[in-house]
C-alpha cells in the first residue's frame, strides 16, 4: 500500500465506500448499472446495430454529470471497467473496428467545455485496442463560418447537422469496411443513425456498429 493510500484510503467513485484503488467501482455500485446488451438498427439507416455497456442511473448519471458540467475530467477513468467488459464481448465475436469515429461536439460547445467528454471515455481505451481513432465528424452548429468551409461541405452544411471533414478522410489510410461510432449516451439513437448516414455517404460499403456507454432510453 502506498503512503497516499493510507493517508487518504480510495473510495468508490459513486457511493464512497473502501475500494483497492483509486478511481475504482464497488462491486455494489459497478453491478447496478452494468447492462451490457445489443440493439439492432433500424432496416432503413445505415447503422447496422448499437451496443450499449450500462444504464444511465447512479454512478454513470453523476459521472457523465461531472464529467460535462462540473468540468470533472478525472472521472473519465470510471469508464474503464465497462469498455473492459466491451473488449472480452469485440474478442468473442471476433470483431475489430478499421476505424473508430467519435460523435463530435460543436465548435461552441468545445468552447466552453474545453474537450469533447466523448474522447476523454474512449480514446485512451480505443489506443489500447489499437484500432484507429479517426475523428472524421464535425458537428454544426452554426458557429463555423461558411468561408472556412470547402464547397463539398457547405453542400453537406445545408443537409444536416453533421458533416465529414474532407481533409481527414483524405488522410485515411485505407477505405473502412468496418466503422465504429462512439458516444457517451444513447436515447432515441437520432444522433447515431444520423452520423451513420453521414458516414455511409463517403463510404458506402462499409459496416457501421454504435457503441454508447449508457443507455437513458
Ligand atoms: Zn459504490
Same mark, same amino acid.
Given at each position: 500500500m502506498r503512503i497516499w493510500d493510507i *493517508? +487518504?484510503?480510495? $473510495? +468508490?467513485?459513486?457511493?464512497?465506500? =473502501?475500494? %483497492?484503488t483509486q478511481g475504482e467501482w464497488c462491486? =455494489? +455500485?459497478?453491478? /447496478?448499472v452494468l447492462h451490457e446488451r445489443?440493439? @439492432?438498427g433500424s432496416r432503413y439507416s445505415s447503422l447496422e446495430c448499437i451496443y450499449i455497456l450500462a444504464d444511465y442511473i447512479g454512478g454513470i448519471k453523476t459521472? *457523465?454529470?461531472d464529467i460535462k458540467f462540473n468540468g470533472k475530467k478525472e472521472r473519465a477513468l470510471g469508464a474503464a471497467p465497462f469498455l473492459q467488459r466491451f473488449t472480452i464481448t469485440c474478442s468473442d465475436i471476433h470483431y475489430t473496428p478499421d476505424i473508430v469515429v467519435p460523435i463530435p461536439i460543436s465548435e461552441s460547445k468545445r468552447q466552453i467545455r474545453g474537450y469533447n467528454q466523448v474522447d476523454l471515455l474512449f480514446k485512451n481505451w480505443v489506443i489500447q485496442q489499437q484500432w484507429c481513432w479517426e475523428d472524421i465528424l464535425i458537428k454544426l452548429d452554426g458557429s463555423k463560418p461558411m468561408w472556412t468551409l470547402t464547397k463539398e461541405e457547405r453542400k453537406q452544411n445545408m443537409k444536416g447537422h453533421f458533416l465529414v471533414s474532407i481533409? /481527414?478522410?483524405?488522410? *485515411?489510410v485505407a477505405v473502412p469496411g468496418e466503422i465504429l461510432i462512439v458516444d457517451d449516451? %444513447?436515447? $432515441?439513437? #437520432?444522433? *447515431?443513425? @444520423? #452520423? #451513420? =448516414? $453521414?458516414l455511409k455517404n463517403y463510404f458506402p460499403r462499409a459496416n457501421i456498429k454504435a457503441l454508447t456507454l449508457a443507455s437513458g432510453a
Open positions: *493517508l +487518504c484510503p480510495p $473510495t +468508490c467513485v459513486h457511493c464512497g465506500n =473502501d475500494v %483497492y462491486t =455494489d +455500485c459497478f453491478q /447496478k445489443r440493439i @439492432e459521472m *457523465l454529470h481533409s /481527414k478522410v483524405k488522410s *485515411l449516451i %444513447y436515447t $432515441t439513437g #437520432a444522433t *447515431l443513425v @444520423e #452520423a #451513420a =448516414d $453521414t
